[in-house]
T-cell receptor, first 111, second 116 residues
Framework: NAGVTQTPKFQVLKTGQSMTLQCAQD?????MSWYRQDPGMGLRLIHY???????DQGEVPNGYNVSRSTTEDFPLRLLSAAPSQTSVYFC??????????FGSGTRLTVV | KQEVTQIPAALSVPEGENLVLNCSFT??????LQWFRQDPGKGLTSLLL?????REQTSGRLNASLDKSSGRSTLYIAASQPGDSATYLC???????????????FGKGTKLSVKP
């Protein structure tokens, strides 16, 4: 099994550009979520989904959109990138009540 | 609101020492607790998962304990090695299912350095 796959691994954007971070899992997990990790702030939840067609906001949702059209995929869209969105982004998934599996991350720089 | 704290923020030990990393949480009503390892520039690797009904879990040189009533978990590393150097993160899951209760709440981690 591939687990949780995130693409791209690295990305540099200019302020105002948009992009989509991809996340796919092949474990048939219901739960999927996006976190960002910043120095001194730890991991903060952006958006999450409890199943296909169901999404909700986490702690820091502003500037990001998500959708979940299939169980496998949970893309994160940056609508108009800002320097404050420079961060490392992690996607994670889990079964109900089970442990989480994390992807390897996307390192995003907004200039 | 659930909060997770890890103390110390950083720890340096000589190779071969047994060590304990601490994690505390403010609300004892958790579904499970998960310990992760993160190497610099890398993702999170799950080490141990303890369900709320369990007291401890073991994997190789690692042993994690859970005391829900006191809001504490410890990660014990036996005979530490330089390869154990990493940041260790503790995360609690408030509920098994049901909206936001299924999301993890993280501590800020303990950065461990094991010196040869």
């Amino acid at each position: 099994n591939a687990g949780v796959t995130q693409t791209p691994k690295f990305q540099v954007l200019k302020t105002g550009q948009s992009m989509t971070l991809q996340c796919a899992q092949d474990m048939n997990h219901e739960y999927m979520s996006w976190y960002r990790q910043d120095p001194g702030m730890g991991l903060r939840l952006i958006h999450y989904s409890v199943g296909a067609g169901i999404t909700d906001q986490g702690e820091v949702p502003n500037g990001y959109n998500v959708s979940r059209s299939t169980t496998e995929d949970f893309p994160l869209r940056l609508l108009s990138a800002a320097p404050s969105q420079t961060s490392v982004y992690f996607c994670a998934s889990s079964y109900v009540g089970d442990g989480y599996t994390f992807g390897s991350g996307t390192r995003l720089t907004v200039v | 609101k659930q909060e997770v704290t890890q103390i110390p923020a950083a720890l340096s030990v000589p190779e071969g020492e047994n060590l304990v990393l601490n994690c505390s949480f403010t609300d004892s009503a958790i579904y499970n607790l998960q310990w992760f390892r993160q190497d610099p520039g890398k993702g999170l690797t799950s080490l141990l998962l303890i369900q709320s009904s369990q007291r401890e879990q073991t994997s190789g040189r690692l042993n994690a304990s859970l005391d829900k009533s006191s809001g504490r978990s410890t990660l014990y590393i036996a005979a530490s090695q330089p390869g154990d150097s990493a940041t260790y993160l503790c995360a609690v899951r408030p509920g098994g299912y049901g909206g936001s209760q299924g999301n993890l709440i993280f501590g800020k981690g303990t950065k461990l350095s094991v010196k040869p």
